[in-house]
T-cell receptor, first 112, second 110 residues
Framework: GESVGLHLPTLSVQEGDNSIINCAYSNSASDYFIWYKQESGKGPQFIIDIRSNMDKRQGQRVTVLLNKTVKHLSLQIAATQPGDSAVYFCAARGFGNEKLTFGTGTRLTIIP | NAGVTQTPKFRVLKTGQSMTLLCAQDMNHEYMYWYRQDPGMGLRLIHYSVGEGTTAKGEVPDGYNVSRLKKQNFLLGLESAAPSQTSVYFC?????????FGSGTRLTVV
């Protein structure tokens, strides 16, 4: 089966700096990856996704990088703001599989 | 457009009681899911449905049942609640543009 893990449970970043959150997955057959943001008392909120035929995708202030060789995924947030403080989850799904496997989450704290 | 709505938001049950959590989506999505979230763990899939009238087991299905009688609704039932089922439950639906999650139901079993 798939397992997904985040490298750091917590991360503190100065406001305005860039932050990088890392994630590793185990199943080389995983073909779809998603990053979610979860604020306290709320459900996961979609940030950005990437398919296995890509190695980089950019959104507004966010970039996801996928390295299939080492089964590693990262989320980069540019110019962090106080509103970026949350728990960030990566999730992976295998082709034809309905199950999204989530990592345990990284709590990002933005220091003013 | 409400997205995914879960009811209730909070509930306290006694061991052995039963209850049903309701998930409703107004996006005409075929796929719906129930997850549970426990401290220090990622979300784990309980059951899911790929369309009206269908259900399938996920990663942690024991102690739960589900029904999808209408496309827009996905019900999660606990027949005999146990303290191990204390958790936050999230429903999600999936369409062409990805997954949408509800805001969760916090369930405590005492």
């Amino acid at each position: 089966g798939e397992s997904v893990g985040l490298h750091l449970p917590t991360l503190s970043v100065q406001e305005g700096d860039n932050s990088i959150i890392n994630c590793a997955y185990s199943n080389s057959a995983s073909d779809y990856f998603i990053w979610y943001k979860q604020e306290s008392g709320k459900g996961p909120q979609f940030i950005i996704d990437i398919r296995s035929n890509m190695d980089k995708r950019q959104g507004q202030r966010v970039t996801v990088l996928l390295n299939k060789t080492v089964k590693h995924l990262s989320l980069q947030i540019a110019a962090t703001q106080p509103g970026d403080s949350a728990v960030y989850f990566c999730a992976a799904r295998g082709f034809g599989n309905e199950k999204l496997t989530f990592g345990t989450g990284t709590r990002l704290t933005i220091i003013p | 457009n409400a997205g995914v709505t879960q009811t209730p938001k909070f509930r306290v049950l006694k061991t052995g009681q039963s209850m049903t959590l309701l998930c409703a989506q107004d996006m005409n999505h075929e796929y719906m899911y129930w997850y549970r979230q426990d401290p220090g763990m990622g979300l784990r899939l309980i059951h899911y449905s790929v369309g009206e009238g269908t259900t399938a087991k996920g990663e942690v299905p024991d102690g739960y049942n589900v029904s999808r009688l209408k496309k827009q609704n996905f019900l999660l039932g606990l027949e005999s609640a146990a303290p191990s089922q204390t958790s936050v439950y999230f429903c999600a639906s999936r369409g062409n543009y990805g997954y949408t999650f509800g805001s969760g139901t916090r369930l405590t079993v005492v």
